[in-house]
């Protein structure tokens, strides 16, 4: 089940674990099954993120490249589902878990913040399509967001009964693009029930701004206590890591 609209659901999503509580020096990646597992028994919601692969499965991986994770050049949508079973993350035991195995050990006991890694127009609607079936499926409470508004748009016109959120950050990497996404302009298409910006980035004008739409923000990543005391000013939900909470 999604969250309940208004900002009613952002109440369980005031302290939300990055990619699950992951520890490198520890043999616990991120985005693993490890990691969700200590999130779960912290009572602590959990962002992670999906990818549809070359034979349309849903796996949890942030990278569009694996070789950060796994040491294996590539592009993880190229690969199939069984191939991506023999690569190991961070050369521990644990390999890339599959959207099912995540929903199954999470199985409702904490809320979900699942972002959707699709940034080609062309394949939008062949990651979410399947995404949309697993979920209708799934009991526990979760919400979902993507810094394509693409998506967005889809999840509006396609499923509607989830709560989905436009997220936003000021690099220097696609200028054009995070101008439109600094200043929200794609908010008129893409109608997000919450706006998850980058944490060092948001001013008072977006803070307000967010107010009065009595639209939800949330900040990303923190990794300090300093940021972290930042954040809770200026957010109602904080995505972090690396932080005893």
């Keep these: 089940m999604a969250g309940k609209r208004g900002r009613d ?43 549809v692969t070359a034979d349309n499965k849903l796996v949890v991986f942030h990278d569009e490249q694996l070789q950060r994770m796994t040491g294996v050049p590539g592009n993880i949508e190229e690969w199939s589902l069984a191939d991506l079973r023999k690569l190991r993350l961070q050369k521990t ?6 959207l099912d195995e995540v929903l199954e050990l999470v199985d409702g006991r904490v809320p979900l913040l699942i972002e959707i890694k699709n ?3 062309a394949n939008v609607g062949r ?18 967001e993507s810094f394509n508004p693409e998506v967005l748009v889809w999840l509006h016109r396609h499923a509607p009964q989830f709560i989905r959120g436009q997220l936003g950050n000021l690099s220097d990497e696609n200028k054009g693009f995070q101008f439109y996404s600094s200043h929200l302009m794609f908010n008129p ?42 954040a809770r000013r200026l957010c109602d939900g904080v995505i972090y890591e690396h932080l005893e909470l």
């Design 119 to 121: 940034y080609k127009a």
């Design 127 to 144: 990651l979410e399509s399947r995404l949309k079936e697993r979920l209708v499926r799934y009991t526990g409470e979760f919400i979902l």
């Design 189 to 230: 298409l893409t109608k997000p029930d919450f706006i998850a910006f980058q944490a060092s980035k948001i001013g008072y004008r977006l803070r307000m701004t967010c107010k009065k739409k009595k639209i939800p923000l949330f900040g990303w990543t923190i990794r300090t206590e300093e940021e972290l005391a930042r």
């Design 9 to 51: 659901f952002a109440e369980h999503y005031r302290l939300v674990a990055h990619r699950g509580l992951h520890e490198e020096r520890a043999g616990i990646p991120e985005n693993s099954l490890p990691a969700f597992r200590r999130a779960v028994e912290a009572g602590k919601a959990i962002e992670f993120d999906v990818h």
């Design 93 to 98: 035991e644990y390999g890339i878990p599959t």
